[in-house]
């Protein structure tokens, strides 16, 4: 039997240690407000607030399993492994690379691409940000998932089993949970990088047209563009509200 425990403690443990890409994942794409630009870095707020929490349970969990993990050797007198470094920097990471897009041919002009950065953001970034999250949503379910599986083959008939499976479906609750929100943030996000580029766009053409000599007709086309942009962010500040709501 404590075989079997010990080999059910150490299975809880190789799950915990993945909590550790969970923790870098989402420290990268919370880390640089920037990338959404002055006119839009507003909207990520309400967002990079509720992160704060989300952060706090994974580390309240991640701390859990640690105890419950620390307590399973204790109660049979087994030292528990040293943590193995190298296996946890060799962890797969979560965080999705950046592809640059094909910009416009104004855009490489360095002065206005490094306005647009500034004013606008980066959808590429951003896009890169909102897989990331889908990424740790996946990963928190897999993990939920494979807790579930091991306290239904794993856990023997011993003394303290039940306040265990207690313990454990708690923590298995409240990582399904983080799964949830951290999908809804991969879709607020993706939803905020489509604003970000919708303004990149609106702007560009604004410098473009300026830049020209503006006709009748293009000033009726860039105030056309700006009343369909402010209907769609209407729309959309509407829909992100709802879901931080949720």
């Known amino acids: 039997m404590t075989g079997q425990i010990v080999r059910h403690a150490g299975r809880i443990e190789a799950v915990r240690v993945r909590f550790v890409a969970v923790h870098e994942a989402s420290a990268v794409v919370v880390g640089?407000?920037?990338?959404?630009?002055?006119?839009?870095?507003?909207?990520?707020?309400?967002?990079?607030?509720?992160?704060?929490?989300?952060?706090?349970?994974?580390?309240?969990?991640?701390?859990?399993?640690?105890?419950?993990?620390?307590?399973l050797y204790d109660l049979y007198g087994v030292r528990a492994p040293v943590?193995?470094?190298?296996?946890?920097?060799?962890?797969?990471?979560?965080?999705?690379?950046?592809?640059?897009?094909?910009?416009?041919?104004?855009?490489?002009?360095?002065?206005l691409r490094e306005v647009l950065d500034d004013l606008t953001g980066l959808p590429d970034v951003i896009a890169a940000h909102a897989s990331t999250w889908y990424n740790i949503a996946v990963e928190q379910q897999a993990m939920a998932d494979e807790l579930e599986d091991f306290l239904t083959h794993d856990v023997p008939e011993w003394t303290g089993a039940a306040e265990h499976v207690r313990l454990m479906s708690h923590n298995i609750e409240a990582i399904r949970g983080l799964s949830s929100v951290s999908a809804a943030f991969g879709e607020i996000t993706e939803s905020v990088g489509v604003l970000v580029a919708q303004t990149r766009r609106l702007v560009r053409e604004l410098?473009?047209?300026?830049?020209?000599?503006?006709?009748?007709?293009?000033?009726?086309?860039?105030?056309?563009?700006?009343?369909?942009?402010?209907?769609?962010?209407?729309?959309?500040l509407t829909h992100l509200e709802a879901r931080l709501s949720d």
């Open 32 to 71: 640089d407000e920037t990338v959404y630009g002055r006119l839009c870095q507003w909207i990520i707020h309400t967002v990079l607030e509720k992160h704060a929490r989300q952060d706090e349970l994974v580390a309240y969990v991640e701390e859990n399993l640690r105890l419950i993990v620390g307590g």
């Open 83 to 111: 943590p193995d470094l190298a296996r946890e920097a060799a962890l797969p990471s979560l965080v999705e690379p950046v592809e640059d897009s094909a910009h416009a041919a104004m855009e490489r002009i360095g002065p």
């Open 207 to 236: 410098v473009i047209g300026l830049a020209l000599a503006p006709s009748d007709a293009t000033l009726w086309r860039l105030a056309c563009r700006i009343a369909v942009y402010g209907v769609a962010l209407d729309a959309t």
